[in-house]
Structures are given as C-alpha cells and as structure tokens.
C-alpha cells in the first residue's frame, strides 16, 4: 500500500494520476497547502522541502519526494509508462526534465504573476506569459510529429498534462496550438486521469477548450 500526501495542483495531480494508471493501491492524506499542512514536522519527515506531493511506499518504507521522482518510482516499480532502456527510454527522460524544469516552473509563474497578482509586477508578468507561449510552441511543435510527448503514452505525458489543464489561468488560448490541443483533450478522455484529477477531492471539472 501507498501513502500519497496531496493537493489540488498540477504537481499533486502528476501523481494521483499516475497511481491510477499503474492501478496501484494507495491511501490519500491530504495536505492542504492553503493552511501550511505542508510545514507540519511529521510532513517535513517525509518531505524534507514541504511540497506535495509525496509519496510513502509501505511495502519497502520507502519516503519520497519530488513528483518526477515518484513518477519514476512508480513506473519501475509497476513496469508501466516508462520504457525499458534505449533511446526511447533517454527520450522519456529528456521531455519529463523538460517539465520538471521548464513547464512546471515557468507555467508556475504565471499563475502567481498574471492569474494571483495582476498589476504588481508588469515586467514579471510580460516575462512568465512570454515564456508560457513559448513553452506551448514547443509542445506543439513536438506533438505535431507525433501522438504523445515520446512515442507512447509515457511519464512525460502524465507530468506534463496536469499543467496544460491550467491553460485558463495561463490565459492561454488552446486552439492556438491544434497539436497540443489534440494531444490534451485526447489525454483528459482516459479514466485513469479522470479519477485522479479529483485528488484528493473534486474541487471543478477538468477543463476543456
Ligand atoms: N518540484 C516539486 C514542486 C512541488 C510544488 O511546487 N508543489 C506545490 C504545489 S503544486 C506546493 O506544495 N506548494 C506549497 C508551498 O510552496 O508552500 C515537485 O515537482 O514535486
């Protein structure tokens, strides 16, 4: 059995999602960082840097933090999403530190700049929207040639996908980017993603363009 420590957001959601797919069992404990749970000591012990999510896999005593991290884990635990080596398997890596460095942090900023706090820094706000189109262009670009992020449905997609369903907040217009769009609204059709979206509880519908 799995304990994931969770929320609402994008990165929370790379994880519920990811342990619906594998159809692994797994518990939610739900840390609402709205109120700081994520400062609790007992959450610092398993989550030395206090972000969801994280994850504590009961059948070894593993703790872990870091979505990228868990997806990883996750996948080589189950043998699921992830391919077994190759150049498939660096492809699934390059795209997934992709997120982890590029989509999740800039898209991030938007939110916090344009969507949380409009008018307090104009520069900030020029320069996280422009970065979050550019981010979208490559994604386009790349999912032009393709289905999913590498050739099949892989970690890459799971951790990408749950910061594109903030494309309102982003002020991003979907039907700008045919490509990302298909690959987005194809993705929110799979069960999997469906249930764990809604973790650890259905605060909205997932967004559709
Ligand atoms: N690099 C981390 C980022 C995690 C992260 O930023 N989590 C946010 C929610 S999406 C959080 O816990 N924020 C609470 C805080 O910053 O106090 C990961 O991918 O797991």
């Given at each position: 059995m799995i304990d994931l420590y969770t929320?609402?957001?994008?990165?929370g959601r790379k994880a519920s999602i990811m342990l619906e797919e594998v159809e692994l069992p797994y518990r939610v404990v739900p840390?609402?960082?709205?109120?700081?749970?994520?400062?609790?000591?007992?959450?610092?012990?398993?989550?030395?840097?206090?972000?969801i999510p994280a994850i504590v896999d009961h059948d070894?005593?593993m703790?872990l933090?870091?979505?990228?991290?868990i997806l990883?884990y996750l996948?080589?635990k189950t043998?699921?999403?992830?391919?077994?080596?190759?150049?498939?398997?660096?492809?699934?890596?390059?795209?997934?530190?992709?997120?982890?460095?590029?989509?999740?942090?800039?898209?991030?900023?938007?939110?916090?700049?344009?969507?949380?706090?409009?008018?307090?820094?104009?520069?900030?706000?020029?320069?996280?929207?422009?970065?979050?189109?550019?981010?979208?262009?490559?994604?386009?670009?790349?999912?032009?040639?393709?289905?999913?992020?590498?050739?099949?449905?892989?970690?890459?997609?799971?951790?990408?996908?749950?910061?594109?369903?903030?494309?309102?907040?982003?002020?991003?217009?979907?039907?700008?980017?045919?490509?990302?769009?298909?690959?987005?609204?194809?993705?929110?059709?799979?069960?999997a993603?469906?249930r764990g979206?809604?973790v650890p509880?259905?605060?909205?519908?997932?967004?559709?363009?």
């Open positions: 929320w609402n957001t994008p990165n840390i609402d960082i709205t109120k700081g749970d994520q400062f609790d000591p007992e959450f610092t012990k398993i989550c030395p840097n206090n972000k070894n005593g703790t933090m870091e979505s990228g991290a990883m996948a080589n043998g699921h999403l992830m391919p077994e080596g190759g150049e498939t398997y660096w492809r699934v890596i390059e795209w997934l530190m992709f997120q982890m460095g590029g989509v999740g942090p800039m898209l991030g900023q938007t939110h916090h700049f344009v969507k949380f706090n409009p008018g307090k820094s104009k520069y900030a706000e020029q320069r996280f929207l422009a970065e979050n189109t550019r981010i979208y262009e490559v994604l386009d670009r790349r999912l032009a040639e393709r289905q999913y992020l590498v050739n099949s449905y892989s970690i890459a997609d799971v951790a990408t996908w749950p910061w594109i369903s903030r494309f309102e907040w982003q002020t991003m217009d979907l039907a700008a980017y045919p490509n990302l769009r298909r690959w987005y609204v194809g993705i929110a059709q799979r069960p993603v469906q979206f809604h509880g259905k605060v909205q519908e997932i967004p559709m363009p």
